[in-house]
């Protein structure tokens, strides 16, 4: 699937779901959730969770939630540009040529 695809699809099953509903300032809140949920996914990975009401997670499982976490993110930014009618592959490229021109030399 195309990024422009995964965008319409993203959106159409968030319409589905009726969370379409929610504005902008309620998908930031969303995103910053999901952020977070992805903090924790790393830590899980890197340094543990060192809980006592949680068992150590085979690597497998660890890297299946941490991809669902940015799945997660990934959609809530789809989401967003597609409200303000921005296509990814427009962001995509806006970021690569900021980046491009920003550090030029390097």
Not at 4 to 33: C, D, V
């Amino acid at each position: 699937m195309k990024e422009t695809e995964i965008q319409q699809w993203i959106q159409e099953f968030y319409k589905q779901r009726g969370w379409s509903s929610y504005g902008p300032f309620e998908r930031i809140a969303f995103l910053t959730e999901e952020v977070g949920e992805t903090a924790r996914a790393v830590r899980a990975i890197e340094i543990g969770r060192d809980r006592p009401d949680e068992s150590p997670q085979p690597e497998a499982k660890l890297k299946q939630d941490l991809t669902e976490e940015l799945g997660d993110i990934l959609g809530n930014v789809f989401i967003l540009a597609s409200m303000y009618g921005v296509p990814i592959e427009e962001i995509l490229e806006a970021h690569k040529d900021k980046l491009s021109k920003r550090y030029i030399e390097e």
